[in-house]
Structure formats: C-alpha cells, structure tokens
C-alpha cells in the first residue's frame, strides 16, 4: 500500500568546485508507486536527513490523510543513533515513524531506491553536469525538482504496480483502497497520537528548535 512504508537513502556526487565539492542527495520514495523526492546538501548529517522529510515528505503525504508509520534505511550513522541525542531518530519519534533498517551487507533490501539513483544518476546528473557548471547547490536543487516534477506526474512507469501509469497516478488511484486496507491499529494509534494535548506531546519535541511538528489532519481525528 502506498505512504505506509518510505524508503530513504543518500546519494553522493562529486560536483564542479562552484557547487562546493561534495554533494549528497537525501532520496525519499514510496516502493509501490515509486513517487520519489530528493533534496541536495553538501553534507552527510542527521539533521541533514531529517530536513527533507519534514519539508516534502510529511506535508505530502499528510496532505492525502494517510499516515507514514515506516521509514526503511540503511544503518549509516546519519539514520541510526541514540534517539535522545540523534536527530534524525529524535525527529521520527517525535512523529511517530517506526524506523526499520536494512540488513548489513545486503544492498537489495533497499533496490528501489538504488534503481531510482541510477535513474537520475544517468538521466539527469550526467546530463547536466555536461551541460553547465552550477554556481550553487541551490541552483542545482532547482533543475533537479525541474527534473523530477515530470518523473512523479508525466513519465508512465514500468514498476510492478503501476502499469504503465504515472507514480502520482499510481498512488493516487491506490489511495481509497489504501485506507480501506490500513490495518486498525494504525489508525488507532494514529488518531491517538492526533488527540494527545500539546501539553502531553511527546517530551522529546521540545529537543527538536529546528523542526515544527505536523499538525495532526483532521480527517484522521
């Protein structure tokens, strides 16, 4: 079922030295419509990981009133720490995410997200990196969106449940059988989550300056 699940990885690519050297791209994609995001930094870091899925992500799929309960990653120390001191951990309990890792030395677990990598490696990246040298990482960040606006809306996909359909196609047709299907503890703890008092909120919100919490939907309470 679509949003239930998102997988995250980074994507390391060396750029001309206007764009700062390094340049890591944070990858977020629903495995089964394949809808994707990505956001560029010129750093690898746990508040660098969460960033994106509190700009895109959560708004995203909060916007369609499906809750994200599970984040798959690999076991790079931008995802994984002690969840009182790491950011990207802290965040995803301040919103309830469950965060499943992938198994050690077994990339295939997370082959969506690096197919969808070597889709933008070999149709974008190498593509524009030819064409001109990026002043910025914004200025690059905004002919990736460019790039993957259409990728999301106008490119039919071949993926096992998409049919030849777009990924926003794709989940949007999946998403009233997505509800129906969601299993009742989800919602359970859903709706609870989104009756607690600001006051009782979870105690590690008040560690997290740099992010604002969603405000629950009020067709989930």
């Known amino acids: 079922?679509?949003?239930?699940?998102?997988?995250?990885?980074?994507?390391?690519?060396?750029?001309?030295?206007?764009a700062g050297g390094r340049i890591y791209q944070q990858t977020f994609i629903d495995p089964?419509?394949?809808?994707a995001f990505a956001k560029l930094y010129d750093r690898k870091m746990p508040i660098t990981a969460a960033e994106p899925l509190n700009d895109r992500v959560v708004p995203f799929v909060d916007a369609r009133g499906i809750p994200l309960n599970r984040i798959l990653t690999d076991?790079?120390?931008?995802?994984?720490?002690?969840?009182?001191?790491?950011?990207?951990?802290?965040?995803?309990?301040?919103?309830?995410?469950?965060?499943?890792?992938?198994?050690?030395?077994?990339?295939?677990?997370?082959?969506?997200?690096?197919?969808?990598?070597?889709?933008?490696?070999?149709?974008?990246?190498?593509?524009?990196f030819r064409k001109k040298?990026?002043?910025?990482i914004t200025a690059l960040q905004s002919?990736?969106?460019?790039?993957?606006?259409?990728?999301?809306?106008?490119?039919?996909?071949?993926?096992?449940?998409?049919?030849?359909?777009?990924?926003?196609?794709t989940l949007l047709d999946a998403s009233a059988l997505s509800?129906?299907?969601?299993?009742?503890?989800?919602?359970?703890?859903?709706?609870?989550?989104?009756r607690t008092p600001a006051a009782t909120k979870h105690p590690l919100s008040a560690q997290v300056p740099s992010f604002t919490p969603r405000q629950p939907d009020a067709r989930l309470v």
């Open 1 to 18: 079922m679509p949003r239930l699940l998102w997988c995250a990885e980074h994507l390391l690519r060396r750029q001309h030295e206007g």
């Open 32 to 35: 089964y419509s394949k809808v």
């Open 75 to 128: 076991r790079g120390a931008e995802y994984c720490g002690n969840p009182e001191h790491h950011e990207y951990e802290l965040y995803l309990a301040v919103e309830d995410i469950d965060h499943t890792r992938t198994k050690t030395k077994s990339p295939q677990t997370s082959g969506i997200v690096e197919r969808f990598h070597r889709t933008v490696l070999e149709e974008f990246y190498r593509v524009a």
């Open 133 to 136: 040298i990026y002043p910025s």
């Open 143 to 169: 002919d990736l969106d460019e790039w993957i606006a259409p990728y999301n809306e106008v490119r039919p996909h071949q993926g096992r449940w998409c049919y030849g359909k777009t990924p926003m196609q």
């Open 179 to 194: 509800r129906q299907k969601l299993l009742p503890a989800a919602w359970g703890r859903t709706s609870n989550l989104c």
